[in-house]
Structures are given as C-alpha cells and as structure tokens.
C-alpha cells in the first residue's frame, strides 16, 4: 500500500477523542503482523484505547522513534464541502479529511514504508510509537513512554510527526487546561447588597490573567524563537447564573496556561492563584460560604527546550535538507518524550494552519516530503558494509 492509501483508510477510522481508536489499532496491527513485524498495546484504564508500540530491526540501543497521535478533534459544527472522514482529492492538489495534516499523514508514511524497513539489514531499530488522546492534553503517550523505556534498548533519537511543513521544530511551550468555579451568594438583583455575584468576581479574575500577559512583557520574560513571545493565558469558555434578575450563585470558566520552556506552570498559576485569593477573602466578608476553586483538566504537558538535541537535529537534516530550526507555540508529546531524556525533534508533513479547521487538507507534494523522508531514514539506518 502507498502513504496515499493508508492515509484514506486511516481518515476512514473516524478516531474523534471522545470516541475509541481500537478499531484503527487493530488495522495497523494486522499490517504489523504480514510483515512479521513485532508489536505491544499500552492499554488506557478503561481499554477502550490504546497506544501501539512496534520495533523494526535489531533490538539494540540507537534507534529512532516516529512518534504520531491517532486520535482527531471533532468535527462538530464545521462547515465541511466533503465527508471530514473520507479521502477526498479534488484533483487542486490537495487530500482532504479530518487528520490529514494533524496527523494521519506522518502515520501513514511510516507504515507505507514498513515492507522495505523489514528487508533490510539496519543498525539500529526504527520504532512505531502512536498514542491516543493527544488532541486533549497529550493523556495517552506518558504510558507508552515508560513502556518504551522500561521494555526496551534506550533510543538515540525521537521524531515527533507533528505538521512542520517536514521543517524541524525544537521547541514548543507546554500546556495546562484549568477550570476554575466562583461561588457567591445568589440574591434579588435589586438587592445587590445582599448578594455576591459570581459572574462578577469571576469576571475581575478573568481580567487579571489577561493581565498576566502584559506583565511578563514588561518584565522581559520574552521568547524572540515563538510568533507569540511570552507565556499565554487564555479564556477559552464561561458560564453561569441562571437569570437576569438574579445575582449569580455561581460562575465557571475554563482556561489554558501555554508557558515558556523558560517559565514554569507554578510560577504563572501562582499568580493567578493569589490574585483568587484576594477577591476569595472580599467575597466572604459579605458571604462566609463564597469560594473561588481551581481544577487542573490535565496533567500538564512540558514544554519542548532546544536542548540536547544536536544529533537528532543533524539527523533531521540529514534526511529533509538544511533547514532553520523553529519553535511552535501550540504544545505536542515531543516534551514528554524529552522529559524522559530522550533527544526530540518535531517534523512531519503538512501545515500547522490547516490543523482543527473545516475541510483540513495536506497538499499531496507535503504527503510526498513525508515519504521521502522516511526512505532517506531506512537508508541512513541500513548496516553499511565494512
């Protein structure tokens, strides 16, 4: 099969987040397997999901992981021209469908590639590593990770096939997802003095995370390498009350923390944290059982660092070209593939501006790239002839 068409049955597998991707795992396996192929599952809690782990070659200590998600973001509410789940060329050049750039292609790739990986002699092994539950706080591949580690030779190198346009990406911020409730005291609206309204405070503390921002900008806790250069903090949904005459008991929202390889979650959330704890004790001078409380939603994903990453680095450019070396400020697995010490790289096909939009396209030259670098990585790693 050609990248082209594991890319057409993959966007068949309609692998949303909230739903499973056994059926998909279960495809790539019985691949695996006609090609004899070795392979491990790292099952979710629940089995409804699972990563796969895969070794093609000697097991032995230097070989390089491609790393890809197989889970997708919904396509709820989007204005698709076309089936978001089937292979679509319009013959502009272009395959549509959900998870064609983010990242279906940089899978397909691998797995196009795996009858000519087989038959030959290499050096070191090249790993299959696709994790689940990405698209919602990178949930799937720390358990795949201490898998890997803990079963296998120690890898010299990780690519990461998120869409760079098959540039190499060497650093990105990390993330947290956060949902934080205000509780008040609910009253007549004609009667605010008896009352505190949630909706209120909550938005007072709103304010002040987008006041963080400008804060860090003026302290210098800048990053020229990313478009955005400072931490982000972000409200992204909020709800609350139940009338317009009624002063809100409660109030909710959810929100992100993006830092800085250079800034850490505690340090940012602790701002916020205090700023909460302030209006907390104004709140209950007038209402003891007023509260303001924060959840995180995931674990937080680290962020990628340029760092310790010159080998993996020249290996990217020995297999794509010379390139300039970028940051992104949307977060990926590759932190956590380097939090376990491993040097880690972001490359694969496609375009980053095409990722969660309607009709989600991968120009097929993108698809091509994809492929070409994995013929180049089979040939780099092929044993050499003394």
Not at 67 to 94: A, E, I, N
Not at 144 to 164: C, N, Q, Y
Not at 235 to 258: D, H, L, P, Y
Request: glycine residues 8%; hydrophobic residues 40%; aromatic residues 6%.
């Amino acid at each position: 099969m050609t990248a082209a068409q594991f890319l057409e049955r993959l966007v068949g597998f309609p692998t949303v987040s909230r739903d499973s991707n056994l059926d998909l795992i279960a495809f790539i396996e019985a691949w695996l397997d006609d090609h004899g192929v070795e392979h491990w599952r790292v099952d979710s809690d629940d089995g409804a999901k699972a990563n796969l782990l895969a070794r093609i070659g000697p097991e032995v200590e230097g070989g390089v992981v491609l790393s890809g998600h197989t889970d997708v973001v919904p396509v709820d509410g989007q204005p698709w021209s076309t089936d978001p789940f089937t292979l679509t060329d319009k013959g502009d050049g272009r395959l549509y469908g959900r998870g064609t750039c983010d990242m279906k292609a940089f899978i397909a790739c691998a797995l196009a590639e795996v009858p000519r990986w087989v038959e030959l002699e290499l050096d070191a092994p090249i790993y299959l590593a696709f994790s689940y539950d990405e698209e919602i706080g990178c949930v799937g591949a720390p358990r795949m990770i201490e898998r890997l580690m803990a079963d296998h030779p120690r890898p010299a190198a990780v690519f990461v096939g998120e869409p760079t346009l098959m540039e190499p990406v060497v650093a990105h911020k990390g993330a947290t997802n956060l949902r934080t409730t205000v509780t008040g005291r609910a009253s007549h609206s004609s009667q605010v003095n008896q009352g505190v309204s949630a909706i209120h405070v909550a938005a007072r503390l709103v304010t002040f995370i987008e006041d963080v921002m400008s804060d860090l900008r003026a302290e210098g806790r800048v990053d020229e390498a990313f478009n955005v250069v400072h931490s982000s903090l972000h409200v992204g949904r909020i709800q609350g009350g139940t009338a317009i005459n009624i002063m809100a008991r409660e109030c909710s929202f959810e929100w992100e923390i993006r830092h800085l390889p250079s800034d850490r979650f505690e340090d940012l959330f602790g701002r916020v944290e205090a700023c909460a704890e302030r209006l907390q004790a104004e709140m209950r001078e007038r209402a003891p059982d007023a509260g303001i409380h924060t959840e995180r939603l995931n674990v937080t994903v680290p962020a990628l660092a340029d760092d310790n990453n010159a080998e993996v680095l020249s290996l990217c450019r020995d297999l794509v070209g010379e390139a300039p070396a970028g940051a992104v400020a949307y977060a990926t697995e590759a932190g956590q593939f380097q939090r376990a010490g491993l040097p880690t790289v972001i490359c694969g096909p496609g375009s980053i501006s095409q990722a969660h939009q309607p009709d989600e396209y991968l120009e097929i030259a993108q698809l091509e790239a994809g492929s070409a670098f994995m013929r180049a990585l089979g040939e780099r790693l092929e044993k050499k002839e003394a």
